[in-house]
């Protein structure tokens, strides 16, 4: 694995625990998320614009302004993960990157 970028450290370091996730996955989601530096953010961007794209928007997704689409797809675009998190925390969704990363990235095994 790459090492992670200070600022992208910083970024994931800063996120708030969101309350909207079940506490069990709120330590094992944040440890996902750092120790894949960045993959599930580009994972979950992706998703949500295929998705989008077809119609079947996420409800997140659907409910951001334009403004902030466009930042969203700017910094997927760049390949910046740090940005799509800074993004998402300051919409309030950074609980979605919690969930994505439980559901999606957990180990095969892990409970």
Do not use: T
């Amino acid at each position: 694995m790459q090492p992670l970028s200070y600022y992208y450290y910083n970024v994931l370091e800063g996120l708030e625990k969101p309350c909207d996730v079940p506490a069990d996955h709120l330590q094992e989601g944040f440890d996902i998320l750092y120790r894949h530096g960045g993959r599930i953010e580009m994972d979950l961007m992706r998703k949500a614009e295929d998705g989008d794209a077809q119609g079947e928007p996420y409800h997140w997704y659907e409910a951001l302004d334009a403004e902030q689409r466009a930042k969203l797809h700017k910094a997927l675009g760049d390949g910046n993960p740090a940005k799509i998190l800074k993004i998402m925390q300051r919409n309030g969704y950074a609980g979605i990157l919690y969930h994505h990363a439980w559901e999606h990235f957990r180990e095969p095994g892990a409970a």
